[in-house]
């Protein structure tokens, strides 16, 4: 405001001057003239006001700002004005700062062009009373350098001393892993493999993960998964607490790339349960830890893709021509439960194997986990399909649905009364706890 107020105290003055020089009527002539001219001018000088703010992301200074000084000094004709209109300057330069130089140049010349009585002075007046330097007259170019504009100088630092230099590789490791302590209401069909019953029950889960990718050609990862769960019954008259979830099971595949995302891969799972688990209301048992045991080894190819911006789906296959399944029932008792003769306590078995792993974070509160494990020896089938839906309601609360489906025909089981069990069976629970993510 207080450069406006100058500038229209200068222009008063102008026109003041201007009416005592001639008649009456031409100095209302000349002053309703001036009045339209000043207005228009202080209508330009609005709106480079307000092109200034959208250019300038920084904060505004309480400071004159030197590049609207040609505006709100005293009007003077500037050459570097009429060299931008009449000649063949460009003005596209994305700069704010020079964006506001060709704006001002542009108001001073519709100026030049409306009232020209109001400059009363120009450049060579301004440089006459040392008001323009004009010893800088050097332009720098787009192919000069800076550093052929400074004195010479060397940028070597001065240490003392010798220098010791450390070499540090890289660290392909990363290790991860989660927690979970859910409250669970389960559902179990009456011919689930390792036994159980529709209740409520405790559960803890844990999954620690240590995965090695040298970023090249060579790929290494191990996941240890240990679920264990008790549910309290009224069915059995033997005891208070069942096992529900009882799982130990490793992981590990070693991958060395063939082809873009394919891999020479060789893939080893071992999973048995820690709690023994008995029949109901009875002693007899059902299965202990290393009873069984299965260990699974496949060699084959791998195929590891990520999809999204984020990377929200991850998808990995490995297939198996030949893969090797060896079952171990360590409790000489129970070997007859799955599959094995009388005396045995293993069996080997040959066949095409496939396990495919994938997860999707649907949206940041919904992530769905699935697991799809198929092997056959060309006699019988064992599949399985597990899927865990993880609703998170804040960091540490999560609300968990597991969902397992399973198909074995390996083994003939039955009923206390003889009759022969199902070899489909379904595993499922809902549940709300904690859960927290390392």
Not at 26 to 39: M, P, V
Not at 40 to 68: G, H
Not at 242 to 264: F, H, Q
Not at 356 to 384: D, G, H, L, P
Request: glycine content about 4%; hydrophobic content about 35%.
């Amino acid at each position: 405001m207080k450069h406006l107020s100058i500038l229209l105290c200068i222009c008063f003055l102008s026109l003041g001057a201007s009416a005592q020089a001639g008649r009456k009527t031409a100095a209302q002539t000349e002053k309703a003239d001036s009045s339209w001219l000043l207005k228009k001018y202080l209508a330009a000088i609005d709106t480079l006001v307000l092109e200034r703010d959208s250019l300038d992301a920084q904060p505004r200074s309480s400071q004159p700002n030197p590049y609207f000084l040609l505006l709100l000094s005293r009007p003077t004709l500037y050459s570097s004005t009429l060299q931008q209109v009449m000649g063949t300057t460009d003005t596209s330069c994305p700069d704010p700062q020079v964006q506001r130089i060709y704006a001002s140049r542009q108001a001073l010349a519709s100026l030049y062009a409306h009232a020209p009585r109001l400059v009363t002075q120009t450049e060579a007046d301004l440089k006459g009373q040392a008001l323009i330097r004009s010893d800088v007259n050097e332009m720098l170019t787009v192919s000069d350098k800076l550093a052929d504009k400074v004195a010479a100088a060397t940028l070597a630092p001065e240490m003392e001393g010798p220098i010791e230099v450390i070499t540090r590789r890289p660290n392909f490791w990363k290790f991860s892993g989660d927690a979970s302590l859910q409250f669970v209401q389960n559902y179990f069909s009456d011919n689930w493999y390792k036994g159980g019953e529709t209740n409520f029950t405790g559960n803890f889960a844990l999954t620690l993960r240590a995965n090695y990718n040298d970023q090249r050609k060579f790929t290494w990862n191990n996941t240890l998964d240990f679920q264990l769960g008790f549910q309290t019954t009224e069915s059995d008259k033997n005891r208070t607490f069942r096992p529900s979830s009882n799982l130990l099971r490793y992981t590990t595949d070693a991958g060395y790339k063939a082809w873009k995302n394919w891999y020479y891969s060789l893939l080893v799972i071992l999973q048995t349960q820690v709690a023994p688990n008995y029949q109901r209301n009875s002693d007899n048992l059902s299965s202990k830890f290393l009873s069984p045991l299965e260990v699974t080894v496949a060699p084959g190819l791998k195929w590891e893709v990520t999809w999204g911006s984020k990377k929200q789906f991850s998808y990995k296959l490995n297939v198996a021509p030949l893969a090797m399944k060896i079952l171990y029932v360590h409790e000489d008792s129970i070997v007859t439960n799955f599959g094995l003769a009388k005396g045995e306590n293993s069996k080997i078995t040959f066949g095409p194997n496939i396990t495919m792993n994938t997860r999707w974070q649907i949206c940041k509160q919904i992530a769905w986990s699935s697991r799809v494990y198929w092997m056959s020896n060309y006699t019988y089938n064992i599949w399985e399909w597990e899927n865990t839906i993880d609703f998170t309601v804040t960091k540490l609360i999560t609300a968990q649905m597991y969902l397992y489906p399973r198909f074995d025909n390996s083994s003939t089981r039955k009923y206390p009364d003889g009759a022969e069990m199902s070899h489909f069976m379904f595993k499922e629970w809902l549940s709300l706890g904690l859960k927290y993510n390392f």
